[in-house]
């Protein structure tokens, strides 16, 4: 697949105490959302106003989660990767990593989100709690319980990545 350009981007928030962990979102439910009801990182599409995915991604979080992030947090970024294969058109997402000592305090946005976690990277590695779950019609994903769903898809992918699985 030719590089593409992002249009999005996501915010990968990994606090390191009291155990490392990661800020996962639960989407609100929207029927025009093709993702509505699943987990992500927060994050989303590019608008005029912002100057760089970067600032996507810090505006973003703070209008989903109310996590305040600066460029400074920011560990790394991840390859450009898409999101929504299945999709006729997937979204082209730069995925940001950002590190912070403790667990922020976390202010839901209720029309974007339902509910947030704190994914655990001991447990996301126990091969042993990871499933392949018919998640489209006559499709199986490998996926990750969590609550009362599943990690799966763009998600799931980019937690394997970061944690080397």
């Known amino acids: 697949m030719p590089p593409q350009i992002a249009t999005a981007a996501v915010a990968i928030i990994k606090v390191l105490t009291p155990e490392e962990s990661f800020l996962i979102l639960r989407r609100a439910n929207h029927p025009s959302d093709p993702w509505s009801g699943q987990f992500s990182f927060p994050g989303g599409r590019k608008e005029e106003k912002d100057n760089s995915l970067l600032k996507t991604c810090i505006r973003e979080t703070v209008e989903e989660v109310g996590v305040i992030l600066t460029p ?8 450009v990767t898409p999101a929504g294969r299945n999709m006729k058109s997937p979204v082209w997402v730069q995925p940001f990593i950002f590190v912070l000592q403790n667990q922020p305090p976390v202010v839901l946005n209720p029309r974007e989100v339902q509910s947030v976690c704190w994914l655990n990277s001991e447990n996301f590695q126990k091969k042993k709690y990871h499933r392949e779950v018919e998640l489209l019609p006559d499709q199986l994903f490998p996926a990750f319980p969590l609550e009362d769903y599943y990690l799966w898809g763009f998600t799931y992918k980019l937690m394997k990545s970061i944690l080397n699985m």
């Open 72 to 79: 400074e947090m920011m560990e790394t970024k991840l390859p």
